[in-house]
């Protein structure tokens, strides 16, 4: 097998695309693929597990037909431009949030997954179309003049500030200190497969998004017991909302385990334990296809021994997200990590848990 490394490792891989979705979790996008036929999944368990620089988790898995045990190539992301620190990008969104409004068709979009006018106020929805883009990057610009280059979605063009945000509804993500931290956009233009796309000036050689975790707090006073992490923004948005507990957002049930998520549910209890004194419960909200996916079924297994303490929220199987089913009222409970293997087993859905447990002794085999 032919696998020397290039001086220029980066240019070993490429992001997948809708025409080439990956293999290991089968989307377009986010994941990558090296020249030699590495696979490099940041969505779905299976082979060899790596962390890269902004702590999210990825497994890398080796070309069809070769020898498993081989070394991947390095895969070291191009440097690109350095990024704004956390208060900095807060202030320069806020004031690119300010300048925007919140479409009627996005209003409503946004009333059906269960928002209400004020928390679409104070968590910040923006819509962004053709219309916004004159002048917004030159105000921006001139506000934030030492700033605004270190800040995704902003680039120099032709010796200008530019902008380079698709489309759609903005969504913002803020970190544990509650700083907007990075833009999300839920596409307008859906047809090239992928609904959602982070803010980044990557492809013109600005600054990527930084950190893709995000954290969402009720409009009430929070839960000081518990935690819940869940993946989906919006999704965590109105979890939070509804039941008053401050919700953590990771970009992938495979990042449930990262060191990224870790670190901000490390930083959101000892936030909690200041004020209430007593253990942080935390609560995993997976999809309901859990118990249907032996992909994301694993990925439970795997935050369940990560977070050993944690409970999982379960519901009818009929709604997919914890926000489908706060909004119609169902019955939704947390159980013990047993009762949930439990659940799972009684779910007749055999093959899942015997296919789960296979793939974890052989990644538990590689990794030992
Ligand atoms: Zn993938």
Redesign the pocket.
């Known amino acids: 097998m032919n696998l020397v490394l290039s001086d220029h490792p980066a240019a070993e891989w490429q992001e997948?695309t809708p025409r080439t979705a990956?293999r290991?979790?089968?989307?377009g996008s986010?994941?990558a693929r090296s020249e030699a036929g590495w696979?490099m999944?940041?969505?779905?368990p299976g082979g060899i597990e790596r962390v890269n620089k902004n702590g999210e988790v990825y497994w890398l898995t080796a070309p069809h037909g070769s020898n498993a045990a081989a070394s991947p190539p390095e895969f070291q992301p191009a440097p690109g431009a350095p990024l704004a620190d956390p208060d900095d990008l807060n202030l320069v969104y806020k004031l690119v949030l300010d300048k925007l409004c919140l479409s009627q068709e996005h209003r409503q979009a946004l009333q059906k997954r269960g928002f209400t006018d004020e928390q679409m106020e104070s968590i910040g929805f923006r819509s962004f179309g053709p219309k916004d883009l004159p002048g917004l990057a030159k105000t921006v610009a001139e506000t934030f003049p030492d700033v605004w280059q270190r800040v995704p979605g902003l680039y120099l063009k032709d010796g200008r500030p530019a902008l380079c945000i698709t489309f759609g509804l903005l969504i913002p993500c803020r970190d544990a200190r509650s700083k907007i931290v990075g833009l999300r956009v839920r596409l307008d233009d859906q047809t090239e497969g992928s609904r959602y796309r982070w803010v980044s000036s990557k492809n013109h050689n600005g600054p990527s998004c930084g950190a893709l975790a995000s954290v969402w707090r009720p409009e009430s006073a929070p839960d000081l017991t518990t935690i819940r992490l869940t993946e989906g923004e919006c999704k965590a948005g109105v979890a939070a909302d509804l039941t008053g507990i401050i919700t953590v957002c990771a970009p992938g049930i495979g990042q449930f385990t990262s060191p990224l998520v870790r670190s901000i549910i490390a930083q959101l209890t000892a936030e909690l334990t200041q004020h209430s004194q007593v253990d942080v419960c935390l609560l995993l909200a997976p999809d309901s296809d859990a118990m249907t996916n032996p992909q994301v079924h694993l990925a439970v297994l795997r935050a369940l021994e990560c977070y050993p303490a944690a409970k999982v929220e379960v519901w009818p199987v009929e709604h997919k997200g914890i926000d489908d089913a706060l909004v119609v009222g169902a019955d939704v409970r947390a159980v013990s990590s047993a009762e949930y293997r439990e659940r799972l087993i009684a779910s007749e859905r055999t093959e899942v848990v015997a296919l789960g447990q296979a793939q974890h002794l052989l990644e538990h085999a590689l990794v030992h």
Not at 24 to 27: A, I, L, M, V, W
Not at 41 to 44: F, K, L
Request: net charge positive; proline share 0%; charged share 25%.
């Open positions: 997948v990956c290991q979790c089968g989307k986010w994941c696979e999944c940041m969505r779905v």
